[in-house]
């Protein structure tokens, strides 16, 4: 079983990611899915991440973190987001199966960088959703 | 479940290695890690306790080079063995596009291997999947214990308690000497890719 994404599509996802993430200053922008694939990434070519690990590891938190919210009886928790003394980083759900994930310094306030990343996801959304993800 | 990636002309797929707790998971990863270190980029990802226990996952991502002119990136990844760990092991088995089942030959552990073998048929369930069809490879691990006279599993036993269903292909291996870790990985990823081919056009 397998969901595949073309030229066209892929494009697109990387044209928001530029111009309405690492345009406005985040370092690295990365749209992975649930099983920790990584479909997009973008960085601003001066902060350069290992990004399979990350994605990995993402999925698994987030997997993680959605867990704890339907034990605690909550759908799942609106914000995602660790704060560092440099960088911190942000995950967003796309539809149910994908997670976008930005990576930005202290230069870009929270509340700047959850609205431009709402914006993306509305916009990623309409390319995803006619994927078949079995 | 594996992402097709037409632009870049590749495909990323999840291979992940089951079985009870100790059996050599984990080992399997660190030999693969230490074999194949110019084709792996990043390094390998551990989230474990004090003990060497996986608490989550290990992770290790490989190149393989083309495989019907597309790029073929394999994730590795393990469960956490322990059966108290379980809404973790059920998280890493999620989009598995194929399993190493690694079983400890011990002769102590036979209940073990029949028990972690039940809980991933039941999690594969839980996410829709049979562990009759998904692709899966055993590996009767830590048969170099033989040598120090500790009692040991036979292959026609193992494969009666876990294989006599699921008639998947199955290895006796070493996992801290190296015997048949390849052999296992090669088999799984042909497996694995056999299963998509049909899908990268
Ligand atoms: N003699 C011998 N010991 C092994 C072999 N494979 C693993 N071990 C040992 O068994 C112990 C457990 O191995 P791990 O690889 O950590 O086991 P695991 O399956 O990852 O365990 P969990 O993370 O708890 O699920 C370690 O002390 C290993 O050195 C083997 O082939 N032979
Ligand atoms: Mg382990």
Known sequence: MSYTLGQEQLDGIDEILKNDLVEIGAHTVFLIDMSG???ASLDDGENKHDIY?????????????????????????????????????????????????????????????????????????????????? | ??????????????????????????????????????????????????????????????????????????????????VKYNATRRLV???????????????VRREKNILSLKNLHENLKNYKKSIFTIPLVFQYNKMDLAEQGIPLLSFATMEKDLNSQLKKPAFEASAVVGTNVVATLKKIIMMTMTSIKDELK
């Open chain 1, 37 to 39: 694939n990584i479909i």
């Open chain 1, 53 to 134: 690990s990350l994605a990995a590891l993402a999925a698994g938190n987030f997997g993680a973190v959605s867990a704890m919210a339907k034990i605690v009886g909550e759908g799942e928790f609106s914000l995602l987001f660790h704060k560092g003394k440099k960088e911190n980083i942000h995950f967003s759900k796309v539809l149910t199966e994908f997670l976008l994930i930005t990576l930005f310094g202290n230069d870009l306030s929270l509340g700047f960088l959850r609205l431009k990343v709402a914006e993306s996801v509305e916009k990623i959304k309409k390319i995803l959703e006619p994927i078949h993800t079995p």
């Open chain 2, 1 to 82: 479940m594996a992402f097709v990636n037409l632009k870049k002309k590749e495909v990323q797929v999840k291979i992940v290695y089951y079985g009870p707790g100790r059996g050599g998971k984990t080992t399997n990863l660190e030999f693969i890690y230490g074999k194949f270190r110019d084709r792996i980029q990043s390094e390998m990802v551990t989230v474990k306790t004090h003990g060497d226990r996986t608490l989550f996952f290990d992770f290790l991502p490989i190149d393989i080079g083309k495989i019907n002119g597309y790029t073929a990136k394999i994730q590795l990844y393990t469960v956490p063995g322990q």
């Open chain 2, 93 to 107: 088995l999620r989009g598995s596009d194929g399993i190493v089942f690694v079983a400890d030959s011990m002769a």
